[in-house]
């Protein structure tokens, strides 16, 4: 939100949509000029007099975004951007990524709405994995003992982009005009290409230590992810889905680039980690 509030004078109308347990949570942006419409996802109402919608909703509501999609459009909105902001979703090797299913199936409603109204777009931004998340605990990284546990392999090809720069190429491309005619858009971004043991050496040099890597097998992940589907374990389910993401070799944006229609340099893996991990 704060790459909007930079930029407001370039929009006509701001706003957050709030779940209305939540409305508290965002007073610091409405004291800053920010709307906070106090509503439901999937009602029409919420939506009425937006051209745009971005969607950043997580795991938990994932699969609403197709009644998500369907309300926004009854309120008139005319541009939706779905939660991506990850992998290319469409890759082979991704076809059947636990972790990304309900991704997969809001692709497959948008592309269905825009067949049936000529008028709507949608952009998929892709950018590979938060570089931030990627020194978390979540992938086995520890920044105090300096270790990491990944599962996956030191020379796969892992591309990342921090948080701050996904908001400054997300808010800059809804200012992008869309081709007309063309519905589907894609905003292919990388604030780095790297390997996740590269990664892992930046990090340590940030910090001035070395860190002690031993690589997992995935197999065991993928172990762990069918029992807890076994025993209906979403969750679970969902984590160990995702725990190879970083090391396996798919946290990827193929095809070219878009960087250059921005007007900004993205991070690298050392900056972002100066900023959070530089003495």
Known sequence: MEEFIKQKASFSRI???SDPAKVSKFSDFAARGIEVISGSYLDPKSYEGFEVVVSVVGNSIMRLQPAMIEAAIAGGVRHFYPSEFGSDVAQEQLRTFRYLRDKRVTRDHLAAKAKEHPDFYYTLMLTGVFT???????YNID???????PYGYPDKPLHVTSIPDIAKYTVESILLPVTPGVQKREIRVVGEKTTFQKFVDDLGEVQGVKYKVTYLDPAEAAKNEREAWARGDEANELMWSVK????????LVPGELDNDKFSFRPESVKETMQRIYGK
């Open 143 to 149: 920044v105090v003992a300096h270790t990491a546990n």
């Open 244 to 251: 190879p993401m970083a090391a396996g070799g798919i946290a």
């Open 132 to 138: 931030e998340w990627t020194a978390d605990p979540f």
């Open 15 to 17: 706003a957050i949509l």
